[in-house]
């Protein structure tokens, strides 16, 4: 166990998601998400948490692990085309990991996700959570209207609005 994120995780505390991640910042990426799934068939989900639940964190579970398990929680994976995309936002630890169902991860090298992630947390570090988000779920949209194009009538699956753990 790492003691120093041990201690970081306890110290993080919903107060920062809030500081962070204020009701304007969440309509702002909520609206991101509604007008990039305007041009795919792919579902966008934001999902923020503070810190790691204790037994989670004893266990020495990664930001990907959590991520990974989020993106089940959240049903991600239960997309009709399985072109689900998570955009996960870990704040004790500065992580930010991005998840994508079988369908589109099978068309975007892992690599492009991770650069991606690197971008957000470079806005993140400073400050700039809004700016950050947005630019995620733009990119993200993009790579999902490119391999996904709308189609007439398709409803949204899962809700646009970011989600707080």
Do not use: K
């Not at 166990?1 to 920062?16: N, P, V």
């Not at 947005?134 to 009538?153: I, M, N, T």
Request: glycine share 8%; charged share 25%.
């Amino acid at each position: 166990m790492d003691l120093a994120r041990l201690l970081r995780h306890l110290a993080t505390g919903s107060a920062r998601a809030r500081r962070c991640f204020p009701p304007a910042v969440r309509a702002e990426v909520e609206r991101a998400i509604g007008e990039a799934e305007r041009r795919h068939a792919g579902e966008i989900c934001f999902a923020i948490e503070s810190a790691l639940p204790l037994p989670e964190l004893w266990a020495g579970v990664t930001p990907r692990e959590r991520a990974m398990h989020v993106f089940s929680l959240l049903r991600v994976w239960d997309t009709a085309a399985n072109n689900g995309v998570l955009i996960y936002v870990l704040l004790a630890d500065g992580a930010i990991e991005i998840v994508a169902d079988r369908a589109i991860a099978a068309r975007i090298d892992a690599g492009e996700w991770q650069r991606l992630c690197r971008d957000i947390e470079t806005a993140f570090g400073r400050g700039e959570y809004a700016a950050g988000a947005v630019a995620a779920v733009r990119a993200v949209g993009e790579h999902l209207a490119r391999h996904f194009p709308a189609q007439r009538g398709e409803a949204a699956e899962l809700p646009n609005q970011p989600g707080r753990l």
